[in-house]
């Protein structure tokens, strides 16, 4: 392949033009995100909503993945209306580093054995209680169980979690990490797919396809549509139908940081 030097001033002036276009996309892209993410964390410092350690860890995560040192102080203010219950529970997921797994091609995830069940929630209750136990590196024969199912929708995304869970805890799992990683990747992504409607699920999957290492995988037109059902307030509905939230916002934050690993 010559080298640019070698090549013909039309062919060298279209390259440059070409990429002064790629410059100028992943610029406004970062742009546009930096604004959204403003008024988002203006609206999870200054709301009386609801907020719990979740939306905290959430906006850790994107202060993380974005370098916003805003997110810092969105999560200083909030943590003020969070239970002191619930902090002394989950706190040892705050301040702590909460990398995602190394990144991984999507080109590796086959289709799934079947279609998205995009029903409602099998209701297992391990979805609440195994991520928790991972905080502390426990592998109970209940949790393993539960990291084994076929499953899709909340149930899917709390497996994810316990498994992200125990990579920031640098536990040893006794299961085929990256396996189990790229098994929950495919359902991830299919549902995604299926259903690339902004909700508090949609952010969920998206944030952990990301940190389980399939940033790649998330589609650009996926994140424009994220930002666009941020509302006047700057907060993020569940749904289309249900009002804003701290916990959808914070997961759409979280989603929108892994845009910059994804141009990078």
């Known amino acids: 392949m010559p080298a640019v030097h070698d090549l013909l001033p039309g062919t060298r002036r279209l390259l440059t033009f070409a990429a002064a276009i790629l410059a100028a996309a992943v610029g406004a892209a970062a742009a546009k995100n930096d604004t959204v993410a403003a008024r988002a964390l203006d609206y999870l410092r200054t709301t009386g909503d609801e907020t719990g350690v979740d939306v905290l860890v959430a906006v850790e995560v994107y202060g993380e993945l974005s370098g916003d040192r805003r997110a810092a102080g969105a999560v200083g203010a909030a943590r003020k209306r969070v239970p002191q219950t619930e902090l ?22 086959e289709a799934p054995p079947g279609a998205p069940d995009l029903g409602p929630t099998d209701g297992d209750p391990r979805a609440g209680t195994c991520p928790v136990e991972a905080l502390s590196c426990s592998v109970s024969e209940a949790c393993l169980e539960f990291a084994a199912r076929d499953t899709w929708g909340k149930t899917l995304t709390h497996q994810a979690l316990w498994l992200v869970f125990a990579h920031w805890g640098a536990c040893e799992l006794p299961v085929d990490v990256d396996a189990l990683r790229r098994r929950y990747a495919v359902r991830l992504l299919a549902e995604a797919r299926a259903d690339p409607k902004p909700s508090d699920l949609f952010f969920e999957r998206l944030a952990l396809l990301g940190h389980l290492g399939y940033a790649s995988a998330i589609e650009p037109a996926w994140i424009e549509a994220a930002r666009a059902s941020q509302q006047p307030q700057g907060c993020f509905p569940a749904s289309e139908a249900a009002r804003c939230h701290p916990h959808p916002t914070a997961l759409a934050l979280w989603a929108m940081g892994h845009q910059g690993r994804r141009e990078n």
């Open 88 to 109: 002394e529970r989950f706190g040892p997921l705050l301040g702590r580093a909460k990398p995602p797994f190394p990144p991984a091609s999507p080109a590796e995830l």
